[in-house]
């Protein structure tokens, strides 16, 4: 197996599924509680009931939501439960009373989604910010109160010995208020941009991954692809040379032992999946199913940049092997229209299938469910008498509300109209 190098971007993904979330009529997902502080800050939560595994919060300031796909200057997926709450936090949002947070929520209880789509609140009393730690935690009391409340938060430290800690979410875009700009149709953040601006740029040129930017992935792959691989941050398998992200499969039995894939192996608290499901444990006595024999890495801007609309350029060398998944892709930000079978979509902007058999072809397009007709019928496969993982290439996306466009080298071969009445994309050669 060779070394490959292999990205992940994420941002918010219209999806072309007129189907509605799964709802019933007995449960009604709960309001979101707001708590605004001076002179900046907001909270966002809601109690972790029993059988609730996820929050997605959606908000606009004094504006409501006009298309059904816009995603809100907030938007966010919350797993992790604190202090019996999920909490969407945002330290530098500046709200004053009187003002109005438009928002949308998604909720995710016992496997189904239910979706509120218009809810507004009115900020009327401000609550003085903390930002002196309890000693000791991670914590800050509330003025007023002996509650904590994780309004000033630190960096996930490293929980195991490989492990490093994973990204948080950072403001390095310099989006610009410049009156003479054409503005463009993308959204970073949540903000508007001046068209033509280069929004996210790395050359890997630090003698270390960049994790303001990225954060390396702890899971084991599992639905809906099931990749039959671990994904793990450890030296041997991520790591920066000459200016080039490197991504190098290794044997799970070679780091852990002969026979260790036949055995019990658990992500702790360092787990970047669903801690509910088979992302975090597997064990032989209950899944009946070995642990998958690769370990290899994957890393995502999910805490660092997320946008809608404009052009990827990623210049990769995809590997060849056995038992590998080489992909170049785009997932949204948040479960909008639910979070399993890729009910939320996902852009695949290159993807060679590893084995000698099938490396003359490259795939990419749209990926709108796990099964058929949607998982193929906006996915266009593109052969030529070529070897694509012999040699590095420029892979590109450009997505805009009248479709996507992929490009290799700098040519257009694919393009995918938006139109709901269109079934399929058209290579172009």
């Known amino acids: 197996m060779k070394n490959f190098l292999r990205f992940t971007w994420f941002f918010f993904l219209l999806s072309f599924c007129r189907s509605d979330p799964r709802r019933t009529g007995r449960y009604q997902p709960p309001k979101p509680q707001f708590e605004v502080f001076d002179p900046n800050g907001l909270i966002v939560w809601i109690n972790a009931d029993p059988g609730i595994s996820s929050f997605t919060f959606h908000g606009k300031l004094n504006q409501q939501f006009s298309q059904y796909y816009d995603v809100g200057r907030w938007a966010q997926t919350i797993t992790k439960v604190r202090n019996g709450r999920y909490l969407f936090i945002d330290r530098e949002a500046k709200v004053v009373p009187g003002d109005i947070i438009y928002y949308r929520t998604v909720i995710v209880r016992n496997g189904q989604t239910y979706r509120t789509n218009s809810g507004s609140f009115t900020v009327r009393d401000l609550r003085p910010a903390s930002t002196t730690p309890s000693p000791g935690s991670s914590f800050v009391v509330r003025a007023g109160t002996s509650e904590t409340f994780p309004y000033v938060l630190k960096t996930n430290e490293r929980r195991t010995k490989d492990v490093r800690s994973t990204a948080t979410q950072t403001d390095d875009i310099n989006l610009t208020d410049n009156k003479g700009c054409l503005e463009a149709a993308t959204i970073v953040q949540g903000r508007k941009i001046c068209s033509g601006e280069l929004l996210f740029e790395e050359n890997f040129n630090g003698p270390t991954l960049d994790l303001r930017k990225w954060r390396i992935e702890n899971r084991f792959a599992s639905d809906p692809d099931n990749e039959f691989v671990v994904y793990a941050d ?6 920066i040379k000459n200016g080039q992200l490197v991504i ?7 780091k852990f032992g002969p026979g260790s894939t036949n055995k019990q192996f658990r992500f702790a608290e360092e787990c970047t999946g669903d801690r509910s499901s088979r992302d975090c444990i597997r064990d032989t006595k209950i899944d009946f199913d070995m642990i998958p024999p690769v370990l ?12 809608t609309f404009g052009k990827v350029v990623i210049r990769a060398r995809l590997p060849q092997g056995n038992w590998i998944f080489p992909q170049l892709y785009l997932i949204p930000a948040t479960d909008y229209y639910g979070r399993d079978g890729y009910s939320s979509g996902l852009m695949r902007v290159a993807f060679v299938p590893g084995g000698p058999r099938f490396k003359n072809q490259l795939s990419g397009g749209l990926i709108l469910s796990e099964s058929e007709p949607l998982r193929c ?8 008498n070529l070897q694509w993982n012999s040699d590095f290439h420029e892979y590109g996306l450009k997505w805009t ?6 490009e290799v080298d700098g040519e257009v071969v694919i393009m995918i109209s938006s139109s709901l009445k269109q079934s399929r994309g058209k290579i172009l050669v």
């Open 377 to 384: 019928s906006k996915m266009c496969t593109l052969q030529r």
């Open 296 to 307: 290899t890495a994957q890393i995502t801007t999910i805490n660092s940049f997320r946008f």
């Open 401 to 406: 509300p009248e479709g996507i466009w992929m």
């Open 248 to 254: 190098r499969p290794t044997l799970f039995e070679e």
């Open 234 to 239: 450890f030296n041997e398998n991520v790591q």
